[in-house]
């Protein structure tokens, strides 16, 4: 019903910068919400940041100052603009959105497939 496709991971050098891209396409009504989670190896996963339909953002205190959330609502697209990037970002980056497919359907949470992000000392 949605699918979440990211881009625009890779491998970077510390003190780089990387700009993640997640769209949302498919049988979407709305969408209240997208976010970015992060799993490194051995680590469980954990929320990076979020930005609901109005604009209200939320940051893991890890990355805060360093990366910024942003959304393009037309095109069901979030960002995530990772500046001065450090070894302990290395992870796969997952794409969240908190959908509905139709007008009384509950809202689900909905994933992308991740992309690898790695920061090289």
């Known amino acids: 019903q949605v699918q979440l496709v990211e881009s625009g991971g890779g491998l970077v050098q510390t003190g780089g910068s990387l700009r993640l891209s997640c769209a949302a396409s498919?049988?979407?009504?709305?969408?209240?919400?997208m976010g970015w989670f992060r799993q490194a190896p051995g680590k469980q996963r954990e929320l990076v940041a979020t930005?609901?339909?109005?604009?209200?953002?939320n940051y893991a205190d890890s990355v805060k100052g360093r990366f910024t959330i942003s959304r393009n609502n037309a095109k069901n697209t979030v960002y995530l603009q990772m500046n001065s990037l450090k070894p302990e970002d290395t992870a796969v980056y997952y794409c969240?959105?908190?959908?509905?497919?139709?007008?009384?359907?509950?809202?689900?949470?909905?994933w992308g497939q991740g992309t690898q992000v790695t920061v090289s000392s």
């Open positions: 498919g049988s979407i009504f709305s969408i209240s919400a």
């Open positions: 969240n959105g908190r959908a509905s497919i139709d007008p009384v359907t509950d809202e689900d949470d909905y």
């Open positions: 930005i609901t339909s109005g604009g209200s953002t």
